[in-house]
């Protein structure tokens, strides 16, 4: 072993830190710790069982005791059933359970207090307006409490995404992914990506210190330059998969098209389980695309209903043409709809080399579109069932009207979206936001930069910057803008 690099190792990794809020032990007296306390109905609004009212900051167990009856703390992190008055008029406001939670071990890491008290408008006004009357509170802004969960080192950037994630996921999908960021996995990848960049780090200042130094072990630069590209590496096969995080949080785009009177309409509806578009035997029913959004078998979609793809109609139905053209091209995923009774038709024989064939040929795998062929109408065909064609590409059949086929759709459009999605309960952590990806895409310019110079003092400082993107990811150090982005996603009592 050669001397100095372990301390070299950890100077690199004590890297810029954040200095962290010293924090006080839950007393329950306002005034030793600054910021005001916040207070806010963190459950939903409207008539409900139970609402839930917390308080966040140094004057919660002031609030707590000014509310309640005997006016006494009650023991930490245990609910009490307390008479809550207006700590004004002594006015009776309701029966509450209420809980104590000591900073530091509280959500944001501050004292907090909670009263669960009956869900009437009337009881939850009143609980508000005692609350705002006790000196030091005021109404908290939204995502203030995760905020300060965040200031007090309590939750990284990604896990503070994850929970708004969470609190917005409408599928199973979106779930399991929220989940899983909120449990810092893409954190800990990132860290680990970081500990790698610390290590290489290491080896070039031991270079830049020891370099003429006999003591030095052999091959440290080849080292850290072998583990540069392999991040390199994983990095570029994350970004890769950027988009589908993406897609998961804010949906697919699933386009459903073909010729005219194929049903399109009519699986649109299916689909989505309501009557979203007109349908009609009359074909060109369908003008402008229509856009619905869907849980498509556990799966966030934005399902675009189009108008039949044909030549020669009137010059309204032709704008309907080139619009769902255009939405085509936009689509991670196409519903290609024919009729299975009519596949000799021109339209479909043309709608089969214009846009099947060509989406089938240039989607093996990769980012490109993926297409479903689906053979509506199979309730119209003959005993029989299809005339074998030999260049019909992989299809499923399906009827609309009987709802026969309904089930391997669904099949099918779940492994489709899991691709274009990523999926949450096997994959890697996915990236699920814009500023992922941009500091992913950051880190990797700056090992670019280390691959191409030979000054070995540029070479530390592009793993230091590299570093520095990683950072930013888990723990923000960006400005105060990209903080009001992220939190403004929660609502107030959050
Ligand atoms: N027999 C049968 N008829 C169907 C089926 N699906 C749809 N239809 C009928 O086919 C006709 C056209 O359906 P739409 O859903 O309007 O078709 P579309 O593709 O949206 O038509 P355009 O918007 O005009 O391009 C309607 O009369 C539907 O009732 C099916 O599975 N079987
Ligand atoms: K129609
Ligand atoms: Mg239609």
């Given at each position: 072993?050669?001397?100095?690099?372990?301390s070299?190792?950890?100077?690199?990794?004590?890297?810029?830190?954040?200095?962290?809020?010293?924090?006080?032990?839950?007393?329950?007296?306002?005034?030793?710790?600054?910021?005001?306390?916040?207070?806010?109905?963190?459950?939903?609004?409207?008539?409900?069982?139970?609402?839930?009212?917390?308080?966040?900051?140094?004057?919660?167990?002031?609030?707590?005791?000014?509310?309640?009856?005997?006016r006494?703390?009650p023991?930490?992190?245990?609910a009490?059933?307390?008479?809550?008055s207006?700590?004004?008029?002594?006015?009776?406001?309701?029966?509450?359970?209420?809980?104590?939670?000591?900073?530091?071990?509280?959500?944001?890491?501050?004292?907090?207090?909670?009263?669960?008290?009956?869900?009437?408008?009337?009881?939850?006004?009143?609980?508000?307006?005692?609350?705002?009357?006790?000196?030091?509170?005021?109404?908290?802004?939204?995502?203030?409490?995760t905020?300060?969960?965040?200031?007090?080192?309590?939750?990284?950037?990604?896990?503070?995404e994850?929970?708004?994630d969470?609190?917005?996921?409408?599928?199973?999908?979106?779930?399991?992914?929220?989940?899983?960021?909120?449990?810092?996995e893409?954190?800990h990848?990132?860290?680990?990506?970081?500990?790698?960049?610390?290590?290489?780090?290491?080896?070039?200042?031991?270079?830049i210190?020891f370099?003429e130094?006999?003591?030095?072990?052999?091959?440290?630069?080849?080292?850290?330059n072998?583990?540069v590209?392999?991040?390199?590496?994983?990095?570029?096969?994350?970004?890769?998969d950027?988009?589908r995080?993406?897609?998961?949080?804010?949906?697919?785009?699933?386009?459903?098209?073909?010729?005219?009177?194929?049903?399109?309409?009519?699986?649109?509806?299916?689909?989505?389980?309501?009557?979203?578009?007109?349908?009609?035997?009359?074909?060109?029913?369908?003008?402008?695309?229509l856009?619905?959004?869907?849980?498509?078998?556990?799966?966030?979609?934005?399902?675009?209903?189009?108008?039949?793809?044909?030549?020669?109609?009137?010059?309204?139905?032709?704008?309907?043409?080139?619009?769902?053209?255009?939405?085509?091209?936009?689509?991670d995923?196409?519903?290609?709809?024919?009729?299975?009774?009519?596949?000799?038709?021109?339209?479909?024989?043309?709608?089969?080399d214009?846009?099947?064939?060509?989406?089938?040929?240039?989607?093996?795998?990769?980012?490109?579109?993926?297409?479903?062929?689906?053979?509506?109408?199979?309730?119209?065909?003959?005993?029989?069932?299809?005339?074998?064609?030999?260049?019909?590409?992989p299809?499923?059949?399906?009827?609309?009207?009987?709802?026969?086929?309904?089930?391997?759709?669904?099949?099918?459009?779940?492994?489709?979206?899991?691709?274009v999605?990523?999926?949450?309960?096997?994959?890697?952590?996915?990236?699920?936001?814009?500023?992922?990806?941009?500091?992913?895409?950051?880190?990797?310019?700056?090992?670019?930069?280390?691959?191409?110079?030979?000054?070995?003092?540029?070479?530390?400082?592009?793993?230091?910057?590299?570093?520095?993107?990683?950072?930013?990811?888990?723990?923000?150090?960006?400005?105060?803008?990209?903080?009001?982005?992220?939190?403004?996603?929660?609502?107030?009592?959050?």
């Amino acid at each position: 072993m050669w001397r100095g690099l372990w301390s070299l190792v950890a100077r690199a990794a004590r890297g810029p830190r954040s200095p962290r809020p010293c924090m006080r032990q839950g007393s329950g007296v306002p005034g030793a710790s600054s910021g005001a306390t916040i207070f806010a109905l963190s459950s939903g609004q409207g008539r409900c069982g139970i609402a839930v009212i917390r308080t966040s900051g140094p004057a919660s167990g002031h609030a707590l005791r000014s509310l309640t009856a005997p006016r006494d703390l009650p023991p930490a992190r245990s609910a009490c059933l307390r008479l809550l008055s207006h700590p004004r008029s002594g006015e009776p406001l309701d029966r509450a359970l209420v809980l104590w939670f000591p900073g530091p071990q509280s959500f944001t890491g501050e004292d907090c207090a909670e009263f669960h008290v009956h869900g009437g408008p009337a009881v939850v006004s009143g609980v508000l307006q005692a609350l705002g009357s006790v000196p030091g509170l005021r109404p908290a802004e939204a995502g203030e409490f995760t905020r300060r969960a965040f200031a007090h080192g309590k939750l990284s950037l990604t896990e503070v995404e994850g929970l708004a994630d969470l609190i917005h996921a409408e599928t199973e999908a979106q779930r399991r992914q929220a989940l899983r960021q909120l449990d810092g996995e893409l954190g800990h990848l990132c860290h680990g990506w970081a500990k790698t960049l610390t290590k290489a780090l290491a080896h070039v200042e031991a270079y830049i210190d020891f370099g003429e130094d006999d003591n030095l072990e052999e091959g440290v630069l080849e080292r850290a330059n072998s583990e540069v590209r392999e991040l390199e590496l994983a990095l570029g096969a994350h970004l890769r998969d950027a988009r589908r995080g993406q897609r998961l949080r804010s949906g697919a785009h699933v386009v459903v098209a073909g010729p005219p009177n194929a049903g399109k309409s009519s699986l649109v509806n299916l689909l989505s389980r309501k009557p979203v578009s007109i349908v009609s035997p009359e074909p060109g029913t369908t003008r402008d695309v229509l856009e619905t959004p869907v849980d498509l078998a556990g799966f966030p979609a934005l399902l675009s209903d189009t108008a039949g793809l044909r030549e020669g109609a009137g010059p309204v139905e032709q704008e309907g043409v080139r619009r769902a053209r255009e939405r085509l091209e936009q689509a991670d995923l196409i519903l290609a709809v024919l009729d299975a009774s009519e596949l000799a038709s021109p339209s479909s024989c043309n709608f089969l080399d214009t846009v099947v064939a060509p989406t089938v040929a240039g989607s093996p795998s990769g980012d490109s579109q993926r297409l479903l062929l689906l053979l509506n109408k199979s309730d119209l065909l003959p005993p029989g069932g299809l005339d074998p064609s030999p260049n019909l590409p992989p299809h499923l059949l399906l009827s609309c009207l009987t709802g026969e086929g309904l089930d391997g759709l669904l099949e099918a459009l779940r492994k489709e979206l899991a691709e274009v999605c990523g999926d949450p309960s096997t994959g890697p952590p996915l990236l699920t936001r814009a500023r992922h990806q941009h500091h992913l895409q950051g880190c990797l310019d700056a090992l670019g930069h280390y691959a191409k110079t030979r000054d070995l003092a540029l070479a530390a400082e592009a793993l230091r910057l590299a570093r520095g993107h990683l950072a930013r990811i888990t723990g923000g150090g960006g400005t105060e803008e990209i903080l009001d982005v992220i939190f403004r996603d929660f609502c107030v009592g959050k």
